[in-house]
């Protein structure tokens, strides 16, 4: 997760964020550092950006801005979307009351472990 100012584009992040992903576990051998591919809305539509991120192989699936919708990619949005739903049921998260960066970026990783915690408790053996 990165913080940024709410006037600041989101596309002009994606890249920092994509290369601060830690390693991804899955099969067994050498861990992959980075996704397979990267999901995305109209608003980080960029050249630059889907180049650079086939450099770093990662497939962009990202919709162009004046074009219809990728089919199919509303199902695979809807987690994005619902880490988002279930992150503003912290209001403290919904709207940003501190000033101080570092403590926004704690509150936000213990709503992150609160909500994997509750997922994990009610899951069923």
């Not at 089919?71 to 279930?86: I, N």
Request: charged share 30%; net charge positive.
């Amino acid at each position: 997760m990165i913080t940024t100012a709410a006037n600041v584009n989101d596309v002009t992040r994606t890249l920092a964020l994509v290369d601060g992903i830690p390693p991804v576990a899955g099969r067994p051998g050498r861990p992959r550092k980075r996704p397979e591919s990267l999901l995305g809305d109209k608003g980080y539509d960029s050249n630059p950006n889907r180049r650079e991120l086939r450099k770093r192989g990662i497939l962009p699936v990202i919709s162009r801005k004046g074009s219809p919708d990728i089919h199919g990619l509303g199902k695979l949005r809807y987690v994005v979307e619902q880490t988002f739903a279930l992150l503003h049921q912290f209001k403290r998260l919904s709207i940003r009351w501190e000033r101080r960066l570092d403590l926004h970026d704690a509150l936000a990783s213990l709503a992150c472990g609160l909500i994997c915690w509750r997922r994990l408790k009610n899951r069923r053996p």
